[in-house]
């Protein structure tokens, strides 16, 4: 079979020679194109692969039709709306992600971005440590399951809910679950958000949730923007002169929350899976996941089905 690598942005050196290996490692030829400038190269690029694999590139309903051969695409990475799936499905070509691989890189910057906050964002003054506090995890996947056990090295006590996942899967990993996102926010001193941006979840995280925490709660989103209220969470930071807000993802409403020097960053850009190691593990997910799926035809994480 034959196996395109598609990306307009390139995957590290690494992520490329261990994509090489596996593809061939399994009897498939690898194609590369990579910093492809025109529209007509990846049509071209596409016309007799059997399977695909992209970073952010467009798959749009012009590629896959192009794409005469094409069985599946695989997005090397976790959102995957640079894939029109529905048009795919219709076409019989199964669209994958790579969920997970990208969950420890995030994890550590939660982190990166809480030790900023209780050290006063290194502004010289006096902070407070990590040690005894309890950590709230709103959402225990991929994302939440790694927070949870760099925590532990943090000597925190760990919190958990999810909407979906049994409480006994939660208590198995040794963390504590809690009925409802409620109880966590008036438990915890730190509250880390994981939840996926879905319709329930827009906007969710609003002043009645955060408003909840106690004196100097400090809420870490490295989920999406969308999920918070911003007006609420303004307001609230207005009135909770205690609270912080940390993030790698920049509010719509960045300029205003500048405004809380001292207890609100963000990142310039959204840092949280801009490391090597997942650049590199989404990538080699990806070639095993082709190579499992023109061997018995696996489609674990098929996200048309
Ligand atoms: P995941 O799919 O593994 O886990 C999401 C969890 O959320 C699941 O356990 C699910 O049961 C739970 N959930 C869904 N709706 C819920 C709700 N309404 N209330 C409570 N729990 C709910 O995803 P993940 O890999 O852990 O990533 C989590 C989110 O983090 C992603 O959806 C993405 O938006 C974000 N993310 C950000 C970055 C970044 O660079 N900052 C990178 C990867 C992922």
Do not use: W
């Not at 997942?278 to 080699?284: C, D, K, L």
């Amino acid at each position: 079979m034959k196996v395109l690598v598609a990306t307009e942005k390139p995957f590290a050196a690494a992520a490329v020679n261990g994509i090489k290996a596996e593809v061939e490692g399994a009897g498939h030829q690898l194609v590369l194109l990579e910093k492809y400038t025109e529209k007509q190269q990846l049509l071209d690029a596409v016309a007799d692969v059997e399977a695909m694999i992209v970073r952010s590139d467009k798959v749009t309903a012009e590629v896959l039709d192009a794409a005469k051969a094409l069985k599946i695409v695989v997005r090397a990475g976790a959102g995957f709306d640079n894939v029109d799936i529905a048009y795919a499905k219709e076409k019989n070509v199964v669209v994958e992600n790579t969920p997970g691989q990208n969950s420890n890189a995030v994890a550590e910057l939660v982190f990166g971005l809480l030790v900023y906050a209780v050290r006063n964002f290194y502004n010289g003054k006096s902070g407070s440590e990590l040690l005894g506090k309890k950590l709230g995890i709103l959402a225990f996947g991929n994302v939440g399951r790694n927070v949870a056990r760099i925590a532990k090295g943090f000597g925190m006590d760990v919190y958990a809910y999810d909407a979906f996942c049994p409480k006994d899967v939660i208590e198995a990993a040794g963390v504590k679950a809690v009925d409802s996102q409620d109880a966590l926010f008036e438990n915890c001193d730190v509250v880390s958000l994981h939840i996926p941006a879905t319709p329930e979840t827009k906007q969710s995280i609003n002043a009645a949730l955060v408003g909840k925490m106690k004196k100097g709660g400090i809420l870490v989103n490295t989920a999406r923007k969308e999920v918070i209220n911003e007006p609420e969470l303004l307001k609230l930071l207005e009135e909770r002169t205690d609270l912080k807000y940390v993030s790698d993802i920049m509010p719509d409403a960045h300029e205003e929350f500048c405004k809380f020097e001292g207890r609100y960053f963000a990142t310039p850009k959204k840092m949280g899976a801009q490391t090597a190691e997942a650049n590199i593990n989404a990538g080699i997910a990806a070639a095993k996941q082709i190579n499992a799926f023109f061997a018995d035809g696996c489609t674990k994480f098929q996200v048309n089905k």
